[in-house]
């Protein structure tokens, strides 16, 4: 029910944008997110938005990344600036509807060389 995109290989200090659309099977979004999981690692909220647009980001990309949403098309993107070797991860993207339902993205791979 969720898409992910964008993934890919890029060299330390590049950039990458990811997008993720959510099938119109889901219903009034609420908040969506971008989680990552990086080898032997838990798994790391990275960035959030609200319906209303309001954005909060993990300490350790704030500055480099930016998460928006396109309401309309129900799609979530993030863009990473200033890519460091240790964001290289898995990068999933999770909705909540207003029934506190959650939805999951199968996930895309990000890897940035040194």
């Known amino acids: 029910q969720l898409q992910a995109s964008g993934g890919g290989l890029v060299q330390t200090g590049g950039s990458l944008r990811l997008s993720c659309v959510a099938s119109?099977?889901?219903?009034?979004?609420?908040?969506m997110r971008w989680v990552r999981q990086r080898p032997g690692k838990q798994r790391e909220l990275v960035a959030t938005i609200s319906r209303e647009g309001n954005t909060n980001y993990a300490d350790s990309v704030k500055g480099r990344f930016t998460i928006s949403r396109d309401n309309s098309k129900t799609m979530v993107y993030l863009q990473m600036n200033s890519l460091r070797p240790e964001d290289t991860a898995g990068y999933y993207c999770?909705?909540?509807?207003?029934?506190?339902?959650?939805?999951w993205g199968q996930g895309t791979l990000v890897t940035v060389s040194s």
């Open positions: 119109g099977t889901i219903n009034s979004i609420a908040s």
């Open positions: 999770n909705a909540v509807s207003l029934t506190t339902a959650s939805y």
